[in-house]
């Protein structure tokens, strides 16, 4: 947004409670996140803030509560007793205080607000940017259509599994998963988060052990199973990670993100060759309170912004804290327009077999998804291979529209998957 | 620590809520952030779990509650109506699960143990390492000597303010303040975290218009006040700003930690020539709701292994939400024994001025700290220098044993700071 004066603007929408008129609070988030201070001091100007200070643009209270749901010794030491107000509050940043700089912008818009004592509930909820703000940061490569490409899995969801156990196989053991599932028919396998570079599973030989097999595949199948290799370290682990995979013939490299963080994830962006897979882990610990941290909206921008190609939604009915409707908006809001910058392709997984797939598609509209399921496919009782036919035909029942469990009775692999697995609502 | 079969293990400590046993619950974290899996699977061997599976050392109940903390799906759709049960459950992890990386550490124990439905609280607390684990992390350069070296300041807190507004000021407006706050005898100026490298004020141009007035100082001081000039951006950004500082003759870079990431700090101490100011902006949303995220205590473990020299505590009877408690205990955590990784040096900082500097200095029974005061100088009513003295002036009483309000009795530039700022207990 452009102001008459124009200044141009990136929009910021929280989710906030306090004893304070909402009003009030909102200024005090503006002023202590722009030019604002507690003392007026000479160097404020008029000239200044008219530049550089942000803008309360609209306050919509929903509701009052009695008690705080955050403490703050402010409120505390004040003996304030209430009522607590809430509401929605939306900021406007001019958007020359940031710059094309995603860290500085989280400085901006999720930084010292979340320690200020007028609040006792604090949440980014979205945020929005003009479209030429948005172009100056890198956004996806490959997204949807260099995934599908580049995994050789022109429509329906791209299938995929886990390795497992997380943690201990050597890496030939690893091949041999690896050749197993590939076997079966499968599009996509993912290094579970927790492996990255362990001393008795080095990457480098993990690559070398797995690569081979996949290739062998390749030839016979004629696409090549997508393989996302946890590169999560270091700056310069991940680059070097990084080149063995694509040198290797490797198709995808997979990071945590919250644990490498925005600027690494920039940087991976800016050399890569291959799409880039974007694990959460942690990222209950930014949403599970609803009146703290991130909702999912704001979170898949920020990483969108920052070039991730695939990113990690949950699954509906998963085996994790998360009730169905916030998995469905997180995938959503994936797929959902933001600011010209390309989509990424939502990832569902956790406790995820066949009988999700009507589901998981309705809640979509659109199979440009990526299904992973472990138990799902490597125990299902026809075998690994009926165990990847299942989630197909799972997902081929629900784009056609037809009753899963109809579609299941000319469909053994599904049968046996609903059998098995039950997870059909 | 080491079992009997010579695997070596790093502890986690963290507090649990869950309706089911706590035992019970200690051993799904412990399986999900290593070797387990929901199904039983061929590849999970005895051989392997001796070797990956995570352990439970201890589990201490602490008091049940009805209703539960945290939302989770699963809690509600069992219909779970508590008690849940509250303690601290200590996880002993395989160093080799993990090796050298940090972003790999953060996910075996602040990964997707946030997701698990079987808690409705859980937050990390503390971790330990062995010390020869700890190495294998780069820990400070500098540390509390290094920055009293390149700061001049042998004995008594670093004093230091902040550039404020602060956003908005040209980089000529900025250089005129550093004049100022220099003339008044201040050791030490960060920028404020808001401002990184906006299109108003370049930071190639903030550096080349400040570091003269600096270097002209030193001349005259005989000691360089050391400047915190805020890097906070890209890889590659960094690593330029970082050099253009070095060049200029600087002594410090800061960073946004949360919003660069560990990979970045780590990667930045790998080149790094002056201390790493370590900026905390955001952690509101990573702790303030009390039975999720982190306790400072492992906060500051991580930072410090990734590299840190000084790192921020908040400030006793701060303008923010924290109460004094967690401030004190987070100060005194960053100079508390860890695996033999360098002490950081505690910035404390928000609405500071030398009436906190008794319990400041009680608190950790030391001046090995940084004492940031924006109104608390520049607003005093003796004008700058006198704002600088009067924090001086506190901690000389403070370290003397000597009475706040006695001491002013002969020292006026800290009797008017009593005064003007009240903050005395």
Known sequence: MMTATGRREFLVRYAIETPEPLEKTAEVIAGEQSSGTFLAIAGETDELKARARARVVRVEPTDDRAEPTLFSAQTGR???????????????????????????????????????????????????????????????????????????????????????????????????????????????????????????????????????????????????????????????????HHDLVVEAGGTCVMVSLNWIGLAALDHLRSYGAVPIHGHRNGWGLFTREPSLGFAFTAYQKLWRLAGVDQLHVNGIRNKFWEPDETVIASARSCLAPFAGVMPVMPVFSSGQSAGQAPETYAALGSTDLMFMAGGGIIGHPGGIAAGVASIREGFEAAAQGVDLRAYARTHPALQQALDAFGGAA
């Not at 995603?102 to 479209?131: H, K, S, V, W, Y």
């Not at 570079?197 to 030989?205: D, G, K």
């Not at 696409?223 to 070097?240: H, L, S, V, W, Y």
Request: aromatic residues 6%.
């Open 78 to 240: 004040r003996k304030r007793t209430g009522p607590f107000h809430r509401g929605m509050v939306e900021i406007a940043f001019p958007v020359d205080n940031v710059g094309p700089n995603l860290p500085a912008l989280m400085t901006t818009i999720a930084g010292n607000l979340f320690e200020l004592g007028e609040l006792t509930g604090i949440r980014l909820i979205d945020f929005d940017l003009p479209d030429d703000y948005a172009r100056s940061f890198p956004g996806p490569q490959f997204g949807i259509a260099g995934t599908r490409a580049r995994a050789g899995v022109a429509k329906g969801p791209v299938v995929g599994t886990i390795i497992k156990p997380s943690i201990g196989l050597t890496p030939a053991e690893t091949a041999d998963l690896v050749d197993k599932v590939c076997a079966a028919g499968i599009d996509f396998i993912k290094d579970d988060e927790l492996i990255a570079n362990p001393p008795y599973a080095p990457f480098a030989e993990r690559v070398r052990a797995v690569m081979p097999v996949i290739e062998r595949h390749a030839d016979r199948l004629g696409r090549k199973p997508m393989m996302a290799f946890n590169i999560t370290g270091g700056i310069d682990e991940m680059r070097r």
